[in-house]
């Protein structure tokens, strides 16, 4: 899929507020410093659309951005991060959890995970309740420029099996790097594979 445009349209904290048009969005969510902001960057191959930092905690919003003007992508707080204020940590997760409970124009949830790191019990269970919440998702493992393919085979293959415990398939997933846009055509081709049936299921 080709990106003509991608534009901020808003940043808020209540899902009621979010834009009200039909059009599908896509969401990514993760645990902080994890790579979702520079992932959209990356996506849409505008450097500084979403804001980055190598400091966790940077996103604090659910922010939209309209891309080829007919589906958003959104970028989320991330989870897990501690260093907040307690009241702070306890708002994203309301508001997290809502906007996964709420948002009707959702069409798939991208669970971003550090292929790095073994699995850790914070993504896991945030997996699980998407699952339990019938929550359609794929999981995007970030910063794969840090290991070798060796070494992203073998993470990879841990969190199958941690995942195989509880799930009759592996989710969908992509492996990325923002940095060197591995990843980039398999996830856009797979946003644009579901734009296309959202389509024809609205006929
Ligand atoms: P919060 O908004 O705090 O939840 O973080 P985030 O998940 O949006 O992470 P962000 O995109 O801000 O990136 C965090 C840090 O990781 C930054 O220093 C990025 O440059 C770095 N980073 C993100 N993606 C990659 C990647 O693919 N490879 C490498 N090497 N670094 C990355
Ligand atoms: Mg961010």
């Known amino acids: 899929m080709h990106i003509k ?3 901020f349209i808003m940043s808020n904290s209540d899902v009621a507020k979010c834009p009200n048009n039909r059009m599908p969005e ?7 410093n994890v790579g979702k902001s520079s992932l959209i ?7 500084s659309l979403a804001k980055t930092s190598g400091r966790p905690g940077k996103t604090q919003l659910i ?3 309209l891309i080829n003007k007919n589906w958003y ?5 991330g989870y897990g991060y501690a260093k907040v204020s307690k009241s702070a940590k306890k708002t994203f997760q309301k508001f997290i959890t809502q906007y996964f409970a709420l948002r009707e124009q959702l069409v798939s949830a991208f669970v ?11 993504d896991l269970e945030f997996i699980q309740w998407l699952g339990e919440h019938a929550i359609p998702f794929s999981i995007v493992f970030t910063k794969a420029d ?19 415990e509880t799930w009759e398939d592996m989710p969908n997933y992509f492996i990325t790097s923002s940095s060197n846009e591995t990843g980039k055509d398999a996830v856009l081709d797979y946003i644009d594979h579901l734009n296309s049936n959202m389509l024809l299921d609205s006929f």
Do not use: C, W
């Open 5 to 7: 445009s991608a534009e």
């Open 26 to 32: 896509y969401a990514f969510i993760g645990r902080s």
């Open 73 to 77: 992508l959104v970028d989320l707080p």
């Open 112 to 122: 971003l995970v550090d292929i790095r790191h073994k699995p850790q019990t914070i």
């Open 41 to 47: 960057n990356m996506l849409t191959n505008k450097k």
């Open 146 to 164: 840090k290991l070798k393919p060796k070494a992203i085979d073998n993470h990879v293959k841990a969190y199958k099996a941690i995942l195989l």
């Open 63 to 65: 922010n939209h951005f």
